[in-house]
């Protein structure tokens, strides 16, 4: 990770919002180490029959692009306009008010212009006034209109792949104009000529043949739950059942795959396990469906579709009566606003019912998957679970809102609903950083790995930022989130930002506080740490 | 989903709101009406030409006004070397005594809602 | 650059009306051609660019909630924020086109020293904005009156409410002065943010000149020198009633206006102004957050290529017999 040997003083010192003087239109793109991602790799995207898979990377001159990339871009770029409501009208519509500029956490991080989410759609823009409208095509660049180059092209890779499609600016846009849906369009014309990320086909590749993104087969699959089960028994002397693949189960869980392989996550998935035994819930896990989340979506239409069909086709497989999805962000952007119509009719399916507490979850009737947030703080409300926030207490919390649950759902209250009953420390950051406002962990979207780790702490910033000023002025020390990418992409960024904060999930929370009948004294959290006074006394 | 009935109900809307001037000309009836004035039959000639009058009537009876309420000035000399008592009601009205006929025509037709008459007396209550 | 190009261009357009009208004399051009095809261009180009939008689906429901959403009832639902329902999905779409909403929670970003990032509220653009859209909807709507004999009701009363202050004679109208103040703001502002004048295109500035030179026009017909307003209406009238005059005594000022209208209104549907239209139909507003509630169906959608579960258990099967998982066939 040599991109992080810059001190944060560094990168500070080179944000400007101030722009260059020369003008925007003039594409000039510098593939510098870390603000980028490597090229997809060959046979993952063999493996998903994807085009032109070849050998080729970014600081490359040579793209090797097909000889008629730019008819396929155009033709690509026409079926979209014609496909996507959307796209044609945010094509049409901005006016260049300026309201979105200093609201995208890659701009405020690295006060690079094209980050203003309205020149990354200008990117695309220029293009369609270009080759699509007539006032583009009397005036050209005068009328805003740029021919399709191989440099414009080169921007656009390096601008849609620096967005996490969080939709920030959606909010404060007046005409709702959404950059991650401009980003998804470039993305997929970027695909049409074989210009694709790894980190974002790799993970596509694997779930798509093994279920999750991590590529984990079956048995290691069931491995980790087991080997979850058994730690839960070491940590709390509840011995707790986990089915797999269980026919006739009541609901089918489906979390990201990071919850059993990764940490933070792992706490999450105790969390999880502990609270479906001491329910009692009839549910199953799947390894063909193991994965929540979906990295299709930041690739294209059809990848998504194809990675979400598992949990529909497994569901009906397995005869379940609904879905209960965990904790994730984009994961619940697919499930809430593409699932149904992607895959659906979930006919086979029944409206889902708290087996627990008999509430209708009536705003997923349709759907017929519940989130997690809300499966919880509807036992909680019912006093099915007992909880003793005291447990908690070795940490002050403060909750990041995923992108996603937040912006795509309207996810708000529940987290914070189960919060407040899982602890008794809880502060929030500053009003602007949070909620409907939220801003993005600065890996979303694909973007959450090593190479391009620059521009991740410059994404971070106003996220880490925000988690500096309750950490100076609560002590806070572990920031919650409910997101797969998150628990991922947050831990570094906080340790370069603010390296004494934490990060965990809302369940990590739920485990630590739920009183489990027949457990023995919690000698330690579910990370292992000794509660104070307790050290020593029992077996880590 | 094309939301198309949706889509149309607002172009229908559009359209009405756009058009509204020729249907409601429609079924006024009145759209190629053009005010014509009564003139005065037996007046001598007026305080100015028409051409000025016609365009600047407001700015002289402010003028007017202004003189007579704030200065105590009541009479006003033409270039020409005539004189004209400042006075609405009796030395425009004395001629142009139709205020329907004559002032309302054009004011009505253009939307012009002078405050001569909140103070003074609408002359049709004078004329017997 | 832009911005000399945009002001050439608008200086040009005026100079073009004084020219035809006064060396060149065509007055029926100016007076009777241009206004009514201005009138067919704009009607047929709007619609034209809306059915466009039209014929594109919304694949997917795509709103931006703001919001808390609706799920249990002890939660608190914004309707508002984040629609549940189609009266939600009115007001919201109110809020948005009649007060800017989303506008309304602009905030500036600051970098302080610590470092320390700052988000201050700012308010101004949608201020000016707002200031804008409402003058230039009253001063519309007051020009009703050139249209419509007898001038209704309603039109009286919204230009004795302009005038309300019964400054000057003539009366000067609040949203002639509103609406210059923010123009003059909405180019201000634009010139003065770096990153604004970073984006800003000449189509940006264009339409702010033409606007400033249709007011200007208008307000020096109004309150400077006068025109023969009677003649104007007439010929308005001419243009609707299809039977089109130019009486005589109208000056080139007024023909300079009007020739602005006119580009103002045939540029509208094939530029950004379109965004008039495209606040109605953009569906991350438009769209109530239903979901999970209902199905939204993607008229394009097409099968693609799966990986089923039987060609999942064909791969691993061995594997997971291993495991003792479940099989569907040994």
Request: proline share 5%.
């Amino acid at each position: 990770m040599s991109e992080k040997s810059k001190k944060p003083q560094e990168i500070i010192q080179t944000i400007d919002y101030k722009p260059p003087r020369k003008k925007w239109m003039d594409p000039a793109v510098e593939f510098r180490k870390g603000t980028f991602n490597y090229s997809a790799s060959v046979d993952k995207l063999k493996y998903l029959d994807l085009p032109f898979p070849r050998k080729w990377q970014p600081t490359e001159d040579d793209w090797q692009l097909p000889d008629n990339w730019q008819e396929i871009i155009h033709k690509g770029f026409k079926d979209r306009l014609n496909k996507y409501r959307s796209f044609r009208v945010f094509m049409d519509i901005c006016v260049r008010c300026g309201a979105c500029a200093d609201k995208c956490h890659y701009f405020i991080g690295s006060g690079d212009p094209k980050n203003m989410p309205v020149l990354r759609a200008e990117l695309l823009r220029s293009v369609y006034r270009n080759d699509f409208t007539a006032a583009g095509k009397i005036f050209g660049t005068l009328a805003g209109g740029r021919k399709l180059t191989v440099d414009v092209l080169k921007e656009w890779f390096y601008y849609f792949f620096q967005c996490t499609e969080c939709r920030r600016c959606s909010v404060f846009c007046p005409y709702g104009i959404d950059t991650a849906e401009i980003t998804m369009m470039g993305r997929e014309l970027l695909n049409l000529v074989g210009l694709n990320i790894d980190w974002i086909c790799t993970p596509a590749a694997n779930c798509f043949r093994t279920g999750n993104h991590l590529g984990i087969q079956p048995h290691g699959f069931k491995d980790s739950i087991d080997f979850a089960v058994d730690e839960l028994e070491e940590l709390t002397g509840v011995r707790v059942n986990a089915p797999i693949n269980k026919k006739g189960a009541e609901i089918l869980f489906v979390a990201p795959s990071a919850d059993y392989f990764a940490s933070p996550h792992y706490y999450t998935l105790l969390g999880y396990l502990a609270l479906f035994h001491e329910i009692g819930l009839d549910y199953t896990w799947s390894s063909y469906a193991s994965e929540g989340g979906n990295f299709g979506l930041f690739h294209s239409y059809e990848t998504m579709k194809r990675l979400n069909s598992k949990i529909y086709m497994e569901a009906k497989r397995l005869g379940v009566k609904w879905v209960l999805g965990g904790e994730c962000g984009h994961m619940w952007r697919v499930i809430h606003q593409y699932m149904d119509t992607l895959n659906g009719p979930a006919d086979f399916l029944e409206e889902p019912v708290s087996p627990i507490t008999g509430t209708k979850f009536e705003n997923a009737k349709s759907t017929k998957m519940v989130h997690i947030m809300e499966f919880t703080s509807d036992l909680i409300k019912h006093n099915k679970i007992k909880l003793d926030p005291s447990r908690n207490d070795h940490w002050k919390v403060t909750f990041h809102d995923s992108c996603n649950p937040a912006r795509a759902m309207g996810l708000i209250e529940e987290p914070r609903f189960v919060i407040n009953h899982a602890c008794n420390h809880f502060f929030e950051m500053p009003e602007n950083t949070i909620k409907e406002q939220t801003f993005c962990c600065g890996s979303g979207a694909g973007l959450g790995t090593d190479e391009n780790m620059e521009i991740r702490l410059r994404g971070g910033l106003p996220r880490a930022n925000a988690v500096k000023y309750v950490h100076d002025k609560n002590d806070v020390n572990i920031l919650l989130c409910i997101c797969a990418i998150d628990k991922a992409t947050l831990p570094p960024l906080l340790e370069y930002w603010v390296p004494e904060v934490d990060v965990g999930g809302i369940h990590e929370m739920v485990g630590n506080a739920l009183v489990m009948k027949g457990e023995n004294e919690r000698a330690t959290d579910l990370r292992g740490t000794p509660y104070p006074g307790k050290e020593g006394s029992e077996n880590v | 989903m094309y939301d198309a009935g949706k889509i149309i109900i607002g172009l229908i809307i559009f359209l009405i709101i756009i058009t509204f001037p020729v249907w409601y000309n429609i079924a006024m009836g009145k759209a190629t009406y053009i005010p014509q004035l009564e003139y005065p039959v037996d007046a001598e000639q007026c305080v100015a030409d028409s051409a000025y009058i016609r365009a600047s009537h407001m700015d002289l009876l402010n003028t007017w006004r202004d003189k007579v309420v704030r200065e105590g000035e009541r009479v006003y000399h033409t270039p020409d070397g005539r004189r004209f008592e400042m006075s609405l009601s009796n030395t425009c009205m004395k001629c142009h005594n139709k205020k329907e006929e004559f002032c309302d025509r054009c004011h009505n037709y253009l939307a012009v809602d002078p405050y001569c008459w909140d103070c003074h007396i609408e002359p049709k209550e004078l004329v017997p | 650059m832009n911005i000399v190009l945009s002001l050439l261009a608008v200086i040009i357009l005026l100079l073009l009306a004084f020219i035809g009208v006064d060396v060149a004399g065509w007055r029926y051009f100016f007076g009777v051609i241009m206004p009514m095809a201005t009138i067919i261009v704009f009607i047929l180009g709007m619609v034209y660019r809306v059915i466009k939008w039209a014929r594109s689906p919304v694949p997917f429901r795509i709103t931006t909630t703001c919001g808390q959403q609706k799920s249990l009832p002890w939660f608190k639902a914004s309707n508002l924020e984040n629609p549940y329902n189609i009266w939600g999905v009115l007001g919201r779409m109110f809020l948005e086109i009649f007060f800017f909403r989303s506008l309304f929670r602009n905030t500036k970003v600051g970098l302080k020293d610590g470092p320390r990032l700052v988000y201050g509220s700012t308010k101004w653009l949608w201020l000016g904005g707002l200031v804008f859209h409402w003058s230039f909807l009253i001063v519309f709507i007051r020009h009703f009156k050139f249209f419509a004999e007898p001038v209704p009701a309603w039109v009286l009363a919204l230009q004795n409410l302009d005038g309300f202050f019964q400054i000057g004679l003539p009366i000067i109208y609040a949203t002639d002065i509103a609406l210059l103040a923010a123009l003059t703001f909405l180019f201000l502002r634009r010139v003065a943010d770096p990153k604004l004048r970073y984006i800003s295109l000449a189509a940006d500035y264009f339409p702010l000149f033409l606007l400033m030179g249709i007011a200007v026009t208008g307000v020096l017909m109004r309150y400077f020198t006068k025109v023969d307003i009677i003649g104007i209406k007439e010929m308005a009238m001419g243009w609707l009633s299809l039977s089109p005059t130019v009486p005589e005594g109208i000056s080139s000022l007024f023909f300079m206006h009007l020739f602005l209208v006119c580009c103002l209104f045939i540029y509208f549907p094939f530029s950004k102004l379109l965004h008039m239209a495209g606040i109605f139909v953009s569906p991350t507003r438009n769209l109530a957050n239903t979901n999970r509630i209902k199905r939204h169906v993607n008229p394009w959608d097409y099968p693609v290529k799966l990986h089923t579960y039987e060609e999942y258990e064909d791969e691993f099967r061995e594997v997971m017999k291993a495991a003792e998982m479940p099989l569907e066939k040994e």
